[in-house]
């Protein structure tokens, strides 16, 4: 079994950065690609970010694209969202989700990944 457990969120204002990591435990995440999602109150919850094992390449949800920046250094902490010039519309809870190993390409939809965190507050004042 894996767990995951986010840090690094907080209260910033608008314009403002903040950078997630995700740490590992347990199970190796070997091979598993690695995203990030986010649900803010009363919504469903939506991609932000995601990252492929091996040659790390990325995608992200159009509303995040040039701000955020998802990067993983396949340790500890396996994976990072650096969030950078952060909008009040980015306050919501932030998870990260593992694939399963071998499940090495990063995809958008949440019924793929296997693995969840219990999810980091993210609030961005106006």
């Known amino acids: 079994q894996v767990q995951l457990v986010e840090s690094g969120g907080g209260l910033v204002q608008a314009g403002g950065s903040l950078r997630l990591s995700c740490a590992a435990s347990g199970r190796t995440l070997s091979s ?3 995203g990030w999602f986010r649900q803010a109150p009363g ?3 939506d991609f932000v970010a995601a ?3 091996g040659v790390g390449t990325t995608n992200y949800a ?3 694209k040039g701000r955020f ?6 340790a500890k902490n396996p ?3 650096q969030m950078n010039s952060l909008k009040p519309e ?3 809870v932030y998870y990260c989700a593992a694939r399963k190993p071998g499940r090495w390409i990063g995809t958008s939809n949440s019924n793929d990944y296997d693995y969840w965190g219990q999810g980091t507050q993210v609030t961005v004042s106006s």
């Open 32 to 34: 598993s690609a690695m």
């Open 90 to 92: 980015d306050t919501a």
């Open 51 to 53: 990252i492929n094992w």
């Open 69 to 74: 920046t998802i990067s993983r250094d396949n």
């Open 62 to 64: 159009d509303s995040v």
């Open 43 to 45: 919504k469903e919850r």
């Open 79 to 81: 994976v990072y969202l």
